[in-house]
């Protein structure tokens, strides 16, 4: 088991990197070994849209960056 570094509470920097940021973006944080850890907030993402190969073929060819129009 690897000894655990503790962080030094009382001296955590927040950063809020957007004006629209309701918590901070980023948190840096000094260890007892002299090691400034940073942790970034996690922005839950959507879910990937896919679309069926057919679908996606009729799309191409009604675009014009879907190849030459006839």
Request: proline share 7%.
């Amino acid at each position: 088991m690897t000894e655990q570094i503790k962080p030094l509470n009382q001296s955590i920097a927040a950063v809020w990197e957007y004006d629209f940021s309701d918590y901070p973006d980023l948190l840096r944080i000094p260890m007892e070994d002299g090691q400034v850890v940073s942790y970034r907030k996690e922005i839950r993402q959507p879910e990937p849209r896919v679309m069926k190969c057919v679908d996606l073929i009729r799309m191409m060819k009604e675009h014009t960056y879907g190849g030459t129009k006839k």
